[in-house]
């Protein structure tokens, strides 16, 4: 396989950048471009240009982040582990590196220049070569590196002397997505199929009987159509999408119909989702069938490749440990016997074509497109609403040929991309192709609820929560098409008034605080209320019923209230209560959920977002707590919805001093916000854009 080229900014682009990627000179490099700034409207014809103007703006502004954090004429020092470390500038935000993918260059002192314009400080950092080192491990103030895998430099050579530091990414994803795009240019039936016309054929396909794996499908109707309408042949001129809304059981389906496929149809199916950890899940769930249901028994002694999981060098190296035994066992790495470990099998040696269903993110799916992606018949793509179109891309051009069908699945009306530059953001690169293809007239829903079924499937009855709480973001988000399956039980708390309306909202009106050296919002008051309620509900649980630590999640919209819970749990040994940031959460769900929303002034972007709220309100199984102040709150029309709701139901709680309370005093006794330090492995689940 060719070496993937390094996709250097052009000249063009770097002057844009000076001029902030204005309207007008954006226009200028590229005609096209600048008629789609005016309409706004993405076809077949000028998708090529658009997203690769995107694409290149994200790309440069990111890279920006790291020219800004040069550092000039500095000490590496050992540490104790025997790697190098350098002390970080005020500039440098840790958040931002990913330790074992980012690089460290060191160059001799006075080979960088504190001048350098931000156009030139990016190529430099783009294409300067010398001994590089990779990101270890980060803290608030330093940062710790070492040689690469079998690179010839020795830290010995290298510590205890002064250098200028460069701080880079390799830029993996941009790159595949520059050449995912280079491939969309040439093939004209893909950009016909992706961006269709109003006159599209539409078919009718008989549906088929099916026997079933899962067998709880039959009494989901939404469900068994959409998987009958995979398996039949959905129309073959356009991607098939499932809308599944939290609970709905979105996963479920697609698996239901990707071992379907491999059964009736002898399908060869390439499975893509954006992270790891839902590429994993997908492929547990599919080894659970394969290895317990008969009928796949006679493949099994017969040999044949039915699974298989591919894992990248670098997911393995960071997390190796985590990574579940079962999805080792169907992937691209062997056990070796001797030393008890998994031992990488290079890609030359896996003969990916043999095998029926493969499993792989849409970088990894992207990187392997030019050499061994070929022949499948179906390519399903997870939370499809939450990547970009260039990302979907990535497991789709060079990939697809004109008798393979893409199934789309995902949420549109939950959190859609994540974008670093807000001019690309801005400029359309936040939309999802799953949510621009829903606004076409071939995904229309009529008005009497109809839409053609051989183009998608809209799953309604929801499994997750109590009726109650599926009631609040199925009124507020889904124009109340939401079926709650789940019996409406009473929740026996103390705390609630209307045991039938399992939401409390806590009021309070603690002082919000911002982060030194951040724009990240932390209340401290209303984390020790958070922490209180921890607290109450372990030590009384509900209804007589013990609640445990791993029961419990805390979601909060900024990084700072995140920090400083993870460190107030940690001080009361509550490790196990899962704290996340909104995003974070996404996809997940606990049976008691606790939202902080570090909410007392009224210009929050948090609240601006519907689908953030949208995720915050749906994670929660059973109970659902919201901490924040009402006042400013209500004046979003969500949350106004919500405390009223809270008010009707007798479940709001006015302010309620917990300084009286012994053990949250002896926790806060020796907490200082500046003392918090982020562990490594916290780092790595945090997007640069939760910094709000």
């Given amino acids: 396989m060719s070496r993937l080229a390094r996709y250097e900014p052009s000249p063009n682009m770097l002057r844009a950048l000076e001029l902030e990627f204005s309207d007008e000179i954006l226009a200028k490099i590229d005609p096209t471009f600048g008629s789609y700034i005016t309409t706004r409207e993405l076809n077949y014809i000028n998708a090529s240009s658009v997203f690769k103007m995107l694409v290149s703006i994200e790309d440069i502004s990111t890279t920006l982040l790291y020219a800004k954090i040069m ?20 500039k440098a935000n840790p958040i931002m590196f990913v330790p074992l993918v980012d690089e460290v260059l060191l160059l001799p002192v006075g080979a960088l220049s504190a001048v350098l314009p931000p156009a030139e400080r990016i190529l430099k950092i783009i294409n300067e070569k010398g001994p590089d080192f990779e990101i270890t491990n980060i803290t608030k103030e330093c940062i710790m590196f070492a040689p690469k895998l079998f690179s010839r430099v020795t830290p ?172 080792m066992n169907y992937s691209n790495y062997e056990y070796n016997r001797n030393n008890k470990k998994y031992t990488r099998n290079g890609l030359r040696n896996v003969d990916v074509e043999k095998y029926g269903i493969v499993v792989a993110t849409l970088c990894y799916a992207g990187l392997r497109a030019a050499r061994s992606f070929r022949k499948f018949t179906h390519i399903f793509i997870d939370e499809a609403a939450s990547v970009s179109e260039p990302e979907t891309l990535l497991a789709i051009a060079g990939i697809k040929d004109d008798d393979c069908h893409v199934i789309l699945s995902g949420d549109h009306k939950q959190l859609g991309p994540i974008v670093k530059s807000k001019r690309a953001k801005v400029l359309g690169m936040d939309r999802s192709a799953m949510e621009r293809l829903m606004l076409h007239k071939m995904y229309e829903v009529k008005n009497n609820g109809k839409y053609d079924r051989t183009v998608q499937s809209r799953l309604r009855r929801s499994f997750r929560a109590h ?73 009384d649980g509900l209804g007589g019923v013990k609640v445990e630590q791993d029961h419990i999640g ?104 917990t300084t009286n309370d012994d053990s949250i005093v002896k926790l806060m006794k020796n907490l200082k916000l500046q003392d918090i330090q982020d562990e490594n492995e916290e780092r790595e689940e945090i997007s640069v854009k939760f910094l709000k």
């Fill in 71 to 90: 550092q000039f004429d500095v000490p590496v020092q050992f540490t104790k582990s025997g790697s190098l470390s350098i002390k970080l500038s005020l």
């Fill in 156 to 327: 010995d050579k290298i510590g205890n002397n002064n250098f200028d530091v460069i701080f880079r990414s390799p830029r993996i994803p941009a790159r595949v997505m520059y050449l995912s795009l280079n491939r969309l240019t040439t093939d004209r039936n893909l950009r016909c199929y992706l961006f269709p016309l109003e006159n599209t054929p539409k078919i009718s396909n008989n549906l088929v009987r099916l026997s079933l794996f899962n067998s709880d499908i039959e009494s989901n109707p939404e469900q068994l159509e959409a998987v009958q309408q995979i398996v039949s042949g959905p129309n073959p001129n356009v991607p098939y999408i499932l809308f599944g809304p939290p609970g709905t059981g979105k996963t479920t389906t697609i698996v239901e119909a990707i071992l379907q496929l491999y059964v009736m149809k002898q399908g060869r199916i390439l499975v893509s989702v954006g992270s790891n950890a839902a590429c994993d899940m997908i492929t547990l769930k599919l080894i659970y069938y394969i290895e317990n249901d008969v009928r796949f028994k006679s493949f099994l002694k017969s040999g044949e490749k039915i699974l298989l999981r591919l894992i990248s060098a670098t997911q393995f190296r960071k997390h190796a440990k985590s990574i579940p035994r079962d999805v």
């Fill in 467 to 539: 009726p109650e709480i599926i009631g609040l973001y199925n009124k507020l988000f889904y124009d109340g098409n939401l079926i709650p399956v789940s019996p409406q039980i009473q929740v026996d708390w103390s705390m609630l008034a209307d045991r039938n309306f399992p939401i409390l909202f806590q009021e309070i009106h603690g002082e919000t605080e911002i982060e030194t050296n951040s724009t990240s919002s932390f209340n401290m008051l209303e984390a020790q209320l958070v922490c209180w309620y921890v607290m109450l509900l372990l030590k």
């Fill in 554 to 657: 805390i979601i909060t919209p900024y990084l700072a209230q995140y920090q400083l819970l993870k460190r107030m749990l940690r001080a009361t040994k509550q490790e196990k209560v899962d704290v996340g940031t909104v995003e974070r959460y996404q996809g997940r769900e606990k049976r008691i959920m606790i939202a902080s929303l570090v909410t007392s002034f009224s210009g929050s972007s948090f609240l601006s977002n519907p689908r953030r709220i949208n995720v915050l309100l749906s994670r929660a199984k059973l109970l659902l707590i919201l901490i924040g102040n009402p006042i400013t709150l209500s004046k979003n029309d969500n949350f106004k919805y919500i405390i009223d709701q809270c008010i009707a139901h007798g479940n709001l709680q006015h302010k309620m001093n």
